[in-house]
């Protein structure tokens, strides 16, 4: 799993996406850490490429607004991850449009569920530095089951889909 900083971001822009919503804490910093050079410089080149640029975070207004702020950031706080209304909030903000958005975050029951709750493209990424707080360690572990699930029923789906576009085939056949 890749983590923010090595995301092909010139490639999504490509693609059509013009705005990011970020999650803060082991996503762009690590957990409780402040706004640092290697996130600003990762916002300052994003906002070269043309993106826009937003955190979502369930954190309070003081965590949130002192890290969005020094780089210019749009920002939602008590988001209600994994309610689907923080991403909403933000994107209309942005005044962007839901498929032009996409999201980066390191913790399933979080950012991926809303993400996914929200309709929108997202990235699931390593997170960085150590995690503090026992329910963080727990969730982790009920993640990994979980996350394996995804995987393989991705690649049922792969599968299925394969068999069927063959089967096509020899029906034109
Ligand atoms: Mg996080």
């Known amino acids: ?43 300052k080149r994003l906002g070269e490429i043309g993106y826009k640029c937003a955190v979502v975070s369930n954190n309070g207004y003081e965590r949130v607004s002192s890290f969005a702020d020094p780089a210019g950031m749009f920002y939602v706080y008590k988001a209600g991850k994994p309610l689907g209304r923080g991403y909403r909030q933000a994107i209309e903000d942005m005044g962007l449009k839901p498929d032009e958005v996409f999201c980066v975050g390191d913790q399933i029951f979080t950012d991926v569920w809303g993400a996914n709750r929200a309709g929108l493209m997202n990235i699931l990424v390593k997170p960085l530095g150590r995690d503090i707080g026992l329910h963080i360690y727990l969730k982790r572990i009920i993640e990994k089951p979980i996350m394996l699930m995804v995987v393989l029923g991705n690649k049922r789906r792969i599968q299925k889909f394969m068999r069927n576009s063959e089967s096509d085939d020899h029906v034109r056949q």
């Open 1 to 43: 799993m890749q983590s923010t900083y090595d995301i092909d971001y010139e490639d999504m822009y490509s693609r059509g996406f013009r705005g990011i919503l970020f999650d803060i804490d082991n996503t762009l910093v690590g957990h409780n850490a402040p706004q640092d050079d290697r996130s600003m410089a990762l916002l």
